[in-house]
């Protein structure tokens, strides 16, 4: 599976969007690009999951760049429960996702 | 209740103990996971496992090895623990038959703090 990039640490301000970016510039045509959340002391979760179409669901929305190189996940009003750090993980047939470090979010209120 | 659970929550062991630790879950997912992770590190596949009769390796997992006693339990053992396999370890569940959805998503279990002195 191909390597994304992120930035290792973000800050907004609580209620105004977040916009969070992943660079995976060898994706490869088959490649799923996953975002998941770790909140303190817990677990990841699932945010969203995309291929080539902006998706959106409850928690968030991914903006997938037209070549596929890049993608942004949006939290539109950022809460203070959205502190976590956020993985930007490409699956393409492996069946397994590789972590990165992630994107430790912090929000100020 | 949780969908997967894990135990212990916590666990101190001495080098060179065995230690032995449990994931269960409720969500009548086929695949289930170990990861471990190391403090401001993503986290790392220990094994994994399709089915009841496919077990995996992962990226790191000398020094681990692992038992699918049913679909629902996944358990991961250290022979004889040393103290940098002191980590916070993690079992997830997923359910294959959503691959063709493109998602594999991973379900995870508030995870086992393991310490070896």
């Known amino acids: 599976d191909a390597k994304t990039t992120q930035p290792n640490s973000m800050e907004s301000n609580e209620e105004e969007p977040v916009h969070l970016p992943c660079n995976h510039s060898t994706i490869s045509g088959t490649d799923y690009i996953h975002w998941y959340r770790q909140l303190p002391s817990q677990g990841p979760e699932y945010v969203i999951h995309g291929l080539t179409s902006n998706v959106n669901n409850r928690m968030a929305s991914l903006a997938i760049a037209e070549d596929r190189k890049s993608s942004t996940l949006i939290l539109h009003r950022a809460t203070l429960r959205d502190a976590a750090v956020y993985y930007c993980i490409l699956e393409g047939g492996s069946e397994k996702l590789v972590f990165g470090k992630g994107t430790k979010l912090t929000v100020n209120p | 209740d949780a969908d997967v659970t894990q135990t212990p929550r916590n666990r101190i062991t001495k080098t060179g103990k065995r230690i032995m630790l449990e994931c269960s879950q409720t969500?009548?997912?086929?695949?289930m996971y170990w990861y471990r992770q190391d403090p401001g590190l993503g986290l790392r596949l220990i094994y994994y496992?399709?089915?009841?009769?496919?077990?995996n390796k992962g990226e790191i997992s000398d020094g681990y090895s692992v038992s699918r006693q049913a679909q629902a339990k996944f358990s991961l053992s250290l022979e004889s623990a040393i103290p940098n396999q002191t980590a916070l370890y993690f079992c997830a569940t997923s359910d294959s038959n959503m691959r063709g959805r493109g998602t594999d998503t991973q379900y995870f279990g508030p995870g086992t703090r393991l310490t070896v002195l």
């Open positions: 496992s399709f089915d009841v009769k496919d077990i």
């Open positions: 969500k009548g997912h086929d695949r």
